[in-house]
């Protein structure tokens, strides 16, 4: 019995029987102690899968515990709509559809041609070798001819560069990589350099057939008409005649007070 | 003794040591669940690092990295409208006529071009619909595609790099001094701003950072973690 358990208080304990003292059990129940053990094991798990989480990729959809208005039954742009047989929300535009303020209201400006009736009667495009007035107004004043010149720079640098190279001579990367292909024999290479622009053959195309090319591609050159609004076509026009221009420039055309950048 | 008078009340002895472990396990377990909910209901958790099967094996870190073409090339949408258009078949055919035209991870890409039907690219970045966001306030005030979407030329396929968690979104709205550059340098995956001698990375940063907020007059802090800027 133990010390104390004689006092009054404990009588009702104590009692006419006594207390049997059960000896049996005096560590924790095995039970218990594999029921913590395993509890502590599965604990880990959640904790590393988190970590696994937090520091790989997966293919497996987000985990969104309240879904609220994520997704409202609407279409945001290029999404898909089992509606219509091609899956696109978006619809093209049906043919000879013209979008507000893309009326083609000056040939010069949106083709860079017009169309003359030939000798044997058909249609042929007429190249404008001049760049159409919008656009010569703001190459005339040096404040905005530089503004002009700079964003068809920009822009040929994104668009073009890759195949025709930064300065235009056709040695763009996406040319180096072709080209080293095809010598390597890889099949379904039917590579074409891209044009030297600053030749004289590209000297000698009027403007508007340089932005035709834009426009609607040339031969082996797809058309980029897609990415490159109508204003940004004339900036790049522009460019590539700097672009011509200067390398062919003699070092009496440098200003004199920028002769020094030569040295 | 006789087992009928033994019904008292008496905890067996062992629950003197259970005591012990219960209190680790009321510690442990009051640290483990709080630990467990921040952590595996954060963004970094669920969100980030999302990169779905994708039906073209496309390449950001060959096309945008080792080719270096622009990003705008491809999403040419993203500096005049809210929505960075992911490219048509007819932007990757101007290459793929004449390079590798008979590859095998190249199929879905000849069919969609041989057959009209668009090519179904998997959405990774996906923002809640109740929240409005817009590229090219972004873009073209500054913000780099890197701020928001990671080295993105070095991805063999695109993760979602960035929580995009409201948090995530306002902690720039707060300080965007730290992640602008000029708008000539918003694709270029490595730019750093040229420091001063013995100036840090992160001292640069700010400097230009505030020149650029000036330059570009960038809203002040109240408009820009109002709420109807991006819950409209």
């Not at chain 1, 988190?50 to 879904?67: G, V």
């Not at chain 1, 040096?142 to 195949?163: D, V």
């Not at chain 1, 622009?197 to 009027?206: A, E, G, H, I, T």
């Not at chain 2, 980030?48 to 080792?66: D, F, M, N, R, W």
Request: charged fraction near 20%; aromatic fraction near 10%.
């Amino acid at each position: 019995m133990p010390a104390g358990a004689d006092q009054p208080k404990f009588d009702y304990i104590n009692g006419p029987a006594g207390v049997l003292e059960d000896f049996r059990l005096r560590k924790l129940p095995p039970i218990v102690i594999y029921v913590a053990i395993v509890g502590a094991v599965l604990s880990w798990i959640p904790l590393a899968l988190i970590f696994r989480a937090r520091y790989n990729t997966s293919t497996e959809p987000r985990i969104h515990f309240f879904q609220d208005m994520d997704n409202q039954t609407k279409f945001r742009p290029q999404d898909d709509n089992p509606l219509f047989a091609d899956n696109r929300a978006m619809r093209p535009a049906v043919a000879g559809a013209v979008a507000r303020g893309q009326l083609n209201e000056d040939d010069h400006f949106v083709n860079g041609y017009s169309l003359v009736t030939a000798s044997n009667g058909s249609q042929e495009p007429q190249f404008f070798n001049r760049f159409p007035q919008s656009v010569q107004a703001q190459l005339d004043d040096p404040a905005t001819a530089q503004a002009l010149l700079l964003r068809g720079q920009n822009r040929f640098n994104i668009y073009c560069a890759a195949c025709h190279g930064q300065d235009g001579q056709g040695k763009g990367p996406i040319h180096l990589r072709a080209d080293e292909l095809t010598r390597n024999g890889v099949q379904g290479m039917q590579w074409v350099a891209p044009s030297n622009l600053v030749d004289q053959d590209r000297r000698n195309r009027p403007d508007g057939h340089i932005y035709n090319t834009i426009t609607n591609g040339i031969r082996n050159m797809g058309s980029y008409a897609s990415q490159i609004a109508p204003a940004d076509r004339w900036a790049i026009v522009a460019y590539v005649r700097t672009l011509q221009f200067a390398q062919s420039a003699k070092p009496e055309a440098v200003p004199a007070d920028k002769q020094d950048v030569l040295k | 003794m006789n087992a009928s008078k033994r019904k008292r009340f008496l905890f067996p002895r062992w629950v003197n040591f259970a005591l012990p472990v219960l209190i680790v396990a009321v510690l442990g377990g009051g640290l483990y669940a709080p630990t467990l909910v921040t952590f595996g209901f954060s963004s970094s958790t669920i969100d980030v690092g999302y990169a779905p099967i994708q039906p073209v094996a496309y390449s950001h870190a060959l096309h945008a990295g080792e080719l270096g073409i622009d990003c705008r090339y491809c999403h040419s949408s993203v500096e005049n409208a809210g929505f960075a258009a992911i490219p048509t078949t007819q932007v990757c055919m101007g290459c793929h006529t004449s390079v590798r035209n008979v590859s095998e991870k190249l199929k879905p890409v000849q069919e969609s071009w041989e057959t009209g039907k668009p090519i179904e690219w998997v959405k990774v970045h996906d923002l809640p619909d109740y929240a409005f966001f817009n590229h090219s306030a972004h873009v073209n005030s500054g913000v780099g595609c890197v701020s928001c979407h990671g080295r993105v030329d070095t991805m063999e396929v695109v993760y979602q790099a960035e929580r995009l968690s409201m948090s995530w979104c306002i902690d720039c709205h707060r300080n965007p001094e730290k992640h602008l550059r000029p708008r000539d340098q918003v694709t270029n995956m490595q730019y750093k701003p040229e420091a001063k001698e013995g100036e840090s990375e992160l001292a640069a940063q700010l400097r230009v950072g505030k020149e650029i907020k000036e330059k570009y007059k960038i809203h002040d802090e109240a408009y820009m973690t109002s709420c109807s800027t991006c819950h409209r």
